[in-house]
C-alpha cells in the first residue's frame, strides 16, 4: 500500500489521541486485580491490542467498547494456559509481560514479529541466567519457565525503563520484600514515574529513594476505574503542522501530565538554538528531526537508543529526509541535521515499518507532497492517523 498526499492548507481543532504508555499499564494493573475495572478513553491500536490478547490468553475477561474495556482480573498463581502469547510487535506488551510469565513456574511462550526480538532483552536474559530460570530464543519466540524470588535485582539505567516496569509489575505479588536498584544514570526516568503513579492508583506501594525503589511483598492489585489522559508524543506531531504553516489546535493533554514527551512544545521553540537531548523522549526523534530540516538544522544528543526502536529511527530519518534535501550527520550518540532548503521529495518514501517514521514524514508532505510505501505502519500506535489528518484538511488518495 502506498498514501500519496497533496500539499495542503490545514485548519481545526485535534483532540489528543489516548496515552498507549498509560493505557498498557493500566491494563495490565487492571488484569493483576480482583474484580472489574473500567478503561476509558482507549484507542484499539496494534500495541494495545496485543496487550489485551494476552491479558485474555492468560485468563483475564475482556469486554471492548468503541473506546473503552472492562476487564476482570485473574490470578497469575493459577495460571492453566499454555496457549502462545502473541505479542505482535510491541516491545511494552514482551517486556512487561515477561516478569510476570516468571512468577508461574510454568513453560510459557511469547512469540511476535521479528524485528521485536532483535530489539534487547539482554536484562531479562542475564537475570534468569543468574537464577536458573529458563529464557530461550529463536526466530520470533521466547519461551519461559522460573520461579520469580524476592531479593535484589540491579538494572542499569542506561537501558529501557521497561525492564523496571515490568519487575515493578510483579515483585508486589512475591512473598517477600525486594529492591531494584538502578546503576549508572536513569534515561527515560518520566516513564518510571507514570508506573509508579498507575501502581498506586490500583493499590501497590513502593518507596523510590535515589536510585533504589523498594519493594514490599504479599500485596494485593485493587480494581480501578480509570480514563486514559491525551498522548503528548503523538500530539507532538499535529503540534509541529503549526511549524510549517498550518492552524492547528490540540486539546485533551493533562498539563500535570508525568509523560516525558510533554518537553516537544519547549524543544520545537529551542531547534537550532542548542544541543537537545533525547535520553528521556526518543519517541520525538522523527518529528523533531524533521522539524530540524525544516527549520534549518539542530543538534541532538543522546541518541543511542534511537537504533533500537521499531527501525534504526536515525538511520531511517536520514534515509527519508534526504529525499528532501536535507542532510543527516548520525554520530555514536548524537545527530546533527544542517541547514539546507527542503524540496518535494525526489523519490517514494520508505515508512521503513515505523509508525513515527510514516506520521514524521506525512507531517512534512503536508507542505511539499510526497509519496510514502507502507503507510500502514501507523496502526501501531495511531490507526486513525490519516483520518485525522484528512479531519484538518489534507488531501490524501491510497494507492494498492
Do not use: W
Amino acid at each position: 500500500m502506498r498514501v500519496k498526499i497533496y500539499p495542503s492548507s490545514l485548519d481545526g481543532e485535534i483532540t489528543a489521541p489516548p496515552s498507549k504508555s498509560m493505557a498498557h499499564r493500566h491494563i495490565i494493573c487492571a488484569a493483576l486485580a480482583e474484580g472489574q475495572s473500567v478503561l476509558e478513553n482507549i484507542t484499539f491500536s496494534d500495541d494495545i491490542k496485543a496487550t489485551l490478547d494476552c491479558v485474555q490468553t492468560l485468563g483475564g475477561i475482556i469486554e471492548a467498547d468503541k473506546a473503552s474495556v472492562k476487564i476482570t482480573g485473574f490470578d497469575i498463581y493459577k495460571l492453566k494456559s499454555k496457549d502462545v502469547l502473541f505479542v505482535n510487535e510491541s516491545g511494552s506488551t514482551l517486556r512487561f509481560l515477561i516478569p510476570l510469565c516468571l512468577l508461574t513456574d510454568k513453560k510459557i511462550t511469547l512469540c511476535g514479529k521479528q524485528r521485536l526480538f532483535e530489539r534487547p532483552l539482554g536484562i531479562y536474559e542475564k537475570l534468569c541466567e543468574e537464577r536458573g530460570m529458563l529464557f530461550e530464543r529463536s526466530d520470533g519466540f521466547l519461551t519461559l519457565r522460573g520461579k520469580l524470588t524476592p531479593g535484589i535485582y540491579e538494572i542499569p539505567g542506561d537501558v529501557s525503563s521497561q525492564f523496571i516496569t515490568g519487575l515493578l509489575f510483579a515483585l508486589p505479588l512475591l512473598g517477600g520484600d525486594s529492591e531494584i536498584r538502578i546503576t549508572g544514570r536513569q534515561e527515560s526516568a518520566p516513564y518510571l514515574a507514570m508506573t509508579l503513579k498507575v501502581l498506586k492508583e490500583y493499590g501497590i506501594k513502593v518507596s523510590l529513594s535515589g536510585n533504589r525503589i523498594i519493594i514490599t511483598g504479599n500485596q494485593r492489585y485493587i480494581s480501578h476505574d480509570a480514563r486514559i489522559e491525551g498522548d503528548y508524543s503523538n500530539a507532538a506531531f499535529f503540534e509541529a503542522l503549526n511549524l510549517i504553516g498550518h492552524n492547528v489546535s490540540v486539546n485533551g493533554l493533562d498539563e500535570n501530565s508525568l509523560q516525558g514527551d510533554k518537553i516537544y512544545k519547549r524543544y520545537f521553540n529551542l531547534l537550532g538554538k542548542e544541543p537537545l537531548p533525547l535520553n528521556d523522549c526518543p519517541d520525538l526523534a522523527p518529528i523533531l528531526l524533521a522539524m530540524a530540516a525544516e527549520f534549518g538544522g539542530a543538534e541532538f544528543t543522546g541518541t543511542r537508543r534511537l537504533r533500537l526502536k521499531e527501525s534504526d529511527r536515525g538511520e531511517a530519518m536520514a534515509a527519508e529526509l534526504a529525499k528532501f534535501g536535507a542532510k543527516v550527520s548520525i554520530y555514536e550518540n548524537s545527530i546533527t541535521v544542517s541547514a539546507e532548503k527542503l524540496h518535494a521529495p525526489s523519490e517514494i518514501l520508505e515508512s521503513h515499518g515505523d509508525h513515527r517514521i510514516v506520521m514524521a514524514l506525512a507531517v512534512l508532505c503536508t507542505k511539499y507532497g510526497g509519496e510514502i510505501n507502507n503507510p500502514q505502519a501507523v496502526a501501531k500506535s495511531m490507526p486513525d492517523f490519516f483520518e485525522r489528518l484528512a479531519s484538518l484538511g489534507a488531501k490524501t488518495e491510497n494507492e494498492d
